[in-house]
């Protein structure tokens, strides 16, 4: 039986993707029930939520072992560890995948956060792990700084799905979206196919914690949805323009705005704050699963303050007042991103050490 409240994203327009992969959500079918009961259409990883999965417990330990056995070391053998995972649940929202054309159902994959400023590595990164995954509803992952830019451009022109990833603000977003125009009128020019996937995805709840400390109790929480709806505004005037009309025309497809980073921090928030308030048609939101099973449980749907584009600005106003540059928060919150996730991959890949290191030294002659 679906659940009324995710079911109700569902049909205003929005897609639920839930943020989290594990052998535990596959293998106790707890996946499968989101899909089923909770209309979750997609899957979402990064490297932190893979360094948590593997470093807790020991359902990875089997493959670590037959991997390190057959010589792999290191990030090739933490890319077979993932798609491992990651093609078992593209399988299970194949069918999502079907039925909407290739419109949802995507799994997603993040090159090495160490090339996010190699414009070259990351173009061959992202080609390397679409053709080992030989699957159709897999999408790379490329962060949106300025190399990444470059990639996406250059991978959505070689016909690769990818989810842009590490955007906070509405600069950063149509970057992305330009980028990925850019790679689809080199491929009509070519008569290429245009429908190739993406999705651009804007961070959210981390602009409220940097900037906790700057603001008068009333707006608390407050810039994060702020700076999302003048991205949505964006999103929608882009989806209206000529540049846009003339790709769709030529078949090619919305790359959706998605909203990242939606749990809430702040233990005084309600729960299901960023959820309820990025409510929108034509977005997706990528949910950490016990804020999505709070929504399931007690989330409401009002009028988003998506709708709110002058309360929007005023809200970023005050924080200027207050002495807040939002163009130089945005740039300091990429840079950490970056540098967040590069610490999660280089902790990942010391833990995958640590298991394949016994097997390793057995097996050396």
């Not at 497809?253 to 990025?278: C, F, I, M, N």
């Amino acid at each position: 039986m679906k659940n009324p409240r995710t079911l109700a994203l569902h049909d205003i327009g929005q897609r639920l993707w839930l943020d989290n992969i594990t052998r535990q959500l596959l293998q106790s079918g707890t996946l499968a029930r989101y899909i089923r009961e909770l209309s979750v259409t997609g899957l979402t990883s990064n490297p932190t939520i893979f360094e948590h999965a593997i470093a807790t417990g020991t359902l990875y330990d089997e493959s670590i072992r037959e991997l390190t056995i057959a010589g792999m070391s290191d990030d090739r053998l933490f890319f077979e560890l993932a798609l491992e995972d990651l093609t078992q649940a593209a399988q299970l929202f194949r069918a999502v995948f079907e039925s909407s054309e290739g419109v949802d159902g995507w799994v997603s994959l993040e090159v090495s956060p160490l090339l996010a400023h190699d414009a070259n590595g990351t173009i061959g990164a992202a080609a390397r792990l679409h053709a080992q995954a030989a699957c159709a509803n897999l999408l790379i992952k490329i962060p949106g700084t300025a190399e990444g830019i470059v990639a996406i451009e250059q991978s959505i022109f070689a016909g690769i799905p990818v989810n842009v990833t590490l955007l906070f603000s509405g600069d950063h977003y149509l970057a992305a979206a330009h980028a990925y125009m850019r790679g689809l009128e080199r491929r009509a020019a070519l008569g290429l196919d245009l429908k190739v996937g993406s999705v651009a995805s804007l961070f959210v709840s981390r602009w409220d914690v940097a900037a906790d400390k700057a603001i008068p109790g009333p707006f608390r929480n407050r810039l994060g949805i702020a700076i999302a709806t003048l991205a949505y505004k964006a999103y929608r005037e882009l989806l209206r323009s000529d540049r846009w009309k003339k790709l769709e025309a030529a078949g090619a497809r919305p790359q959706r705005l998605l909203w990242a980073s939606t749990g809430t921090k702040d233990p005084a928030a309600p729960d299901t704050l960023y959820v309820e308030a990025l409510a929108a048609e034509g977005t997706i939101d990528t949910i950490p699963e016990k804020t999505l099973l709070a929504f399931a449980d007690h989330g409401k749907l009002s009028d988003p303050l998506l709708k709110e584009t002058s309360y929007a600005e005023d809200i970023i106003a005050k924080f200027r007042d207050e002495g807040l540059d939002d163009n130089a928060l945005a740039s300091r919150l990429q840079r950490e991103g970056v540098d967040g996730f590069a610490k999660s991959w280089r902790m990942l890949l010391t833990r995958i050490r640590e298991k394949s290191h016994p097997v390793a030294s057995a097996v050396t002659p």
